[in-house]
């Protein structure tokens, strides 16, 4: 289930598609992200191979920050519809 769809679907064109998992890891009032050259942004990915959500929080958190995750609970998810200038029509979920 989605609860959040942004932008909206063109019809008759082909996306994308790209699963992808991502942490909220709160300390008090402090938010931890990632800075990268485009901005910052939270911390996750997209999945891989078989990878289900939690495998792909976990492995992408000891990438990008070298910790383990203890995830608590969901959230929420949301879906994009936009084009991409080097994917095209792009669709992350």
């Known amino acids: ?3 959040k769809t942004f932008g909206e679907k063109v019809e008759g064109n082909a996306y994308y598609d790209r699963l992808g998992a991502y942490l909220i890891c709160m300390d008090g009032d402090k938010v ?3 800075k990268t050259p485009k901005g910052y ?3 996750g990915g997209g999945l891989e ?3 289900n959500h939690m495998d792909c929080i976990k492995r992408e958190i000891l990438e990008e920050i070298g910790f383990t995750a203890n995830v608590h609970s969901y ?3 949301a879906e ?3 084009l991409h200038k080097e ?3 792009f669709h992350p979920v």
Do not use: H, K, P
């Open 87 to 89: 994917l095209g029509y």
């Open 80 to 82: 994009e519809y936009w």
């Open 49 to 51: 191979g078989n990878e």
């Open 1 to 3: 289930m989605v609860d």
């Open 41 to 43: 942004f939270l911390l």
């Open 32 to 34: 931890a992200v990632v």
């Open 75 to 77: 959230i929420c998810s």
